[in-house]
């Protein structure tokens, strides 16, 4: 089992930066590859960034390429989104998950990867 707690969002106007983390603990050693994602009102679960553990190159949905910023911190068992330029669109619950059989690249597009999930955080953007 691996245990995923992300820090508290925020509110912040158009244009503003948060910044995301998630504590990982149990079994995290086993996790493969870690992503965040998030779900819109009224909108289906999206990816939004994913990272293998270890030296990786990060993935990024087309949506936030540019903005969004996924890093690591293996020694904390902790995982960031830095999130820059936000726009009222990017609103959402924002949850950061673990998998253990990931493969290939972005994936954060498969959400079936990531068996462990944290409780989620409001992020709310404003115009």
């Known amino acids: 089992q691996v245990q995923l707690v992300e820090s508290e969002g925020g509110s912040v106007q158009a244009g503003g930066s948060l910044r995301l983390s998630c504590a990982a603990s149990g079994y995290y050693y086993t996790a493969k590859c870690m992503g965040w994602f998030r779900q819109s009102p009224g909108k289906e679960r999206e990816g939004v960034a994913s990272?293998?553990?270890?030296?990786?190159?990060?993935y990024y949905s087309d949506s936030v390429k540019g903005r969004f910023t996924i890093s690591q911190n293996n020694a904390k068992n902790a995982l960031y989104l830095q999130m820059n330029s936000l726009k009222p669109e990017d609103t959402g619950v924002y949850y950061c998950?673990?998998?253990?059989?990931?493969?290939?690249?972005?994936?954060?597009?498969?959400?079936?990867?990531?068996?462990?999930w944290g409780q989620g955080t409001q992020v709310t953007v404003s115009s």
């Open positions: 998950a673990a998998g253990v059989y990931c493969s290939g690249a972005n994936p954060h597009q498969d959400l079936a990867l990531f068996r462990y």
């Open positions: 990272i293998y553990t270890g030296p990786s190159t990060p």
